[in-house]
């Protein structure tokens, strides 16, 4: 191999001629100018079907390519336009090169890849792309990476949550396959509407095929399944229910940690407040200092031990499941019922609401522990990457590194 198929094969641009190479002082960079093959001219940038020549375009254009070395490299080539039946008049297509792109196709992957598995300043630093750049070749790859996989086929159980970022003042809808665990769609917003776009874009065909749909108890979510999958069973995230038993107990623990500051108990008040993780915690992940405390608590504060009980108890029946979960909850819905404690007849009453979901998820063996798995990741995203003043560039990472289309380095 010699002369100019060295550059080619350099390049990844096998598939075209290369017609020169030459170091440019003024950039510093290396330039390969390149022409199509012949079977390769007149395609449609955005179909690549044959199309007639329409004129030469704005001339000779640029792409970025793979850093040769430490040497920057850059692809030059003419860029036509050609009449495209269905697209009208657009640039011609490039094998090495998205359309509308200003980098390889390579290049496009590298990045992407980069962004998924390492930090914004890493990415930037080693491509020397300005970050709206990189945004913008993210949402390149992951389009056609959709246009390859469709993370919508096949779906038969999926969980739906919604997760708040930037400081809790916006929301994302999110949608995960439980069979694969991958993001599957996710949008801006928390309304009906919001998850009426996901039906939409599913089809109803594809509504028709699923089977179970878990979410946590949000009415609007449920308005939504009932009307677009009549059919598909719905379950309630025992994680969310569980989440709510936590939130009563800390009730408990604020009311009587209040009533023993008023009574100027300020010893007792402050192993209260102590006392917070040690009622929080499973038993099993507790610590010795931290068992010492609940019994305390048994021994001192007979309610709020109860009302850890009952926590803890609701939390057995998701750990049961099945028929031994669902009589497990009779048994605590009695308990609940009748503990003359406040915010635990609150919940009592909203677990019985609910308890046809709840009892979906015990018979079907349904959480959205996969939703929540991907949800802690994508709250990971936005920590680290990329600014994010706009969702769409949130969402494509989170496609990219989530929802399986993330392509491979090139070359590998
Ligand atoms: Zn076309």
Redesign the pocket.
Known sequence: MRGVRVWARLLGVERAIVEDAAFEEETGSLVVRVRLRRRDRNR??????R?PGYDAGDGRRRWRALDLGTTKAYLEAAAPR?Q?????V?VAAVPWARHGAGHTRVFDDTVAWLAAHTSKSAVGALTRVARRTVGAIIRRVVADGRAVRDPLAGLARIGIDEISYRRGQRYLVVVVDHDTGRLVWAADGRSERTLERFFDELGPERSAALTHVSADAAEWIERVVRRRAPEAVLCTDPFHVVAWATEALDAVRREVWNAARRHGETSLAQDLKGARFALWKNPEDLTERQHTKLAWIAETNEPLYRAYLLKEELRMVFALRGVDGIRFLDGWLAWARRCRIPAFVELARKVAKNRPGIEAALVHGLSNARVESVNTKIRLLTRVAFGFHSAKALIALAMLSLGGLCPPLPGR
């Open positions: 449609c940038g955005v179909c690549r079907r199309a050609v495209c039946a269905a697209h009208g657009v």
